[in-house]
C-alpha cells in the first residue's frame, strides 16, 4: 500500500510570492490533514479536509488556505509569503474522522521563503 | 482544553539501556494519546496509541507506553536502546471529536555507542 506522497520535496520562494503544495493521501483515505513544523514552534496543526470540505483550521491567517478534490488530493496554499512561514509543511490522512483512526503523516515539504 | 509537555528536549542513553520519555497531558475528557517518531529527513511515523482501552499500549520497535490518568502522563520506554532509535519523538493528544491533533514539542533521543 502506498504511503502518502506530497510535492514538491523542496520549494524555494522569495517574500510576497504564493506557494502551493500538495498532498495525496493513501488509498481510501478520505481525510486530511496538514501541520506546519516551523523551527522552535514545534508542530501545528492548520488545516483539517474532510470528504471535501474544511471541517476545521488552526490558528493561522487567512492566507493559509487550502482545498481537497474530489479524488481526496489536497492542496495548501500560502498567498504573501513571509519569512516566518520558512517550514515542514506535513500532510497527513486518515480513514475518517473516528476517534480510533489514526492520523499516517506523508515526509513533507520544505518550503523556503527568502 | 487539551495539550501535551514532552519534559525533555533532549535525551541522551547508551546503546542497550533503557529509554523513557516523558510526556505529560492535558485535557478535559478521556484522551485519545499517540506517540510519532520522526527520523531525519523522513516522515513521522505512529509508534503506538491509547484510545481507552489497556492502559500498558505495545508499540512497533519493542517501545511501549503505560496511560496513568492519576499522573495525567504517557510516558514511552523501551528496554533497551538501538542505534536506529536515535530520532525525535512526539507526543499526541487529540481533540474529543479527533479534528485536531496536538503536538508536543518532540524529544530528541541521541544513542550512544
Known amino acids: 500500500e502506498a504511503g502518502v506522497t506530497q510535492s514538491p520535496t523542496h520549494l524555494i520562494k522569495t517574500r510576497g510570492q504564493q506557494a502551493t503544495l500538495r498532498c495525496s493521501p493513501i488509498?481510501?483515505?478520505?481525510?486530511v490533514y496538514w501541520y506546519q513544523q516551523a523551527l522552535g514552534l514545534g508542530l501545528q496543526f492548520l488545516l483539517w479536509y474532510d470528504e471535501g470540505e474544511e471541517r476545521n483550521r488552526g490558528n493561522f491567517p487567512p492566507r493559509f488556505s487550502g482545498r481537497q478534490f474530489p479524488n481526496y488530493s489536497s492542496e495548501l496554499n500560502v498567498n504573501a509569503l513571509e519569512l516566518e512561514d520558512s517550514a515542514l509543511y506535513l500532510c497527513?490522512?486518515?480513514?475518517?474522522?473516528?476517534?480510533?483512526?489514526?492520523?499516517?503523516f506523508g515526509p513533507g515539504t520544505r518550503l523556503t521563503v527568502l | 482544553a487539551q495539550s501535551v509537555t514532552q519534559l525533555d528536549s533532549h535525551v541522551s542513553v547508551s546503546e542497550g539501556t533503557p529509554v523513557l520519555l516523558r510526556c505529560n497531558y492535558s485535557?478535559?475528557?478521556?484522551?485519545?494519546l499517540f506517540w510519532y517518531v520522526q527520523h531525519p529527513n523522513k516522515g513521522l511515523q505512529l509508534l503506538l496509541k491509547?484510545?481507552?482501552?489497556?492502559?500498558l499500549v505495545k508499540g512497533i520497535n519493542g517501545f511501549e507506553a503505560e496511560f496513568k490518568k492519576s499522573e495525567t502522563s504517557f510516558h514511552l520506554t523501551k528496554p533497551s536502546a538501538h542505534m536506529s532509535d536515535a530520532a525525535e519523538y512526539f507526543c499526541?493528544?487529540?481533540?474529543?471529536?479527533?479534528?485536531?491533533?496536538?503536538f508536543g514539542s518532540g524529544t530528541k533521543l541521541n544513542v550512544k555507542p
Open positions: 485535557s478535559s475528557y478521556s484522551p485519545s
Open positions: 497527513a490522512s486518515s480513514r475518517s474522522s473516528g476517534r480510533t483512526d489514526t492520523q499516517y
Open positions: 488509498s481510501g483515505h478520505t481525510s
Open positions: 491509547y484510545t481507552s482501552a489497556a492502559t
Open positions: 499526541v493528544v487529540a481533540s474529543y471529536n479527533f479534528n485536531k491533533f496536538y
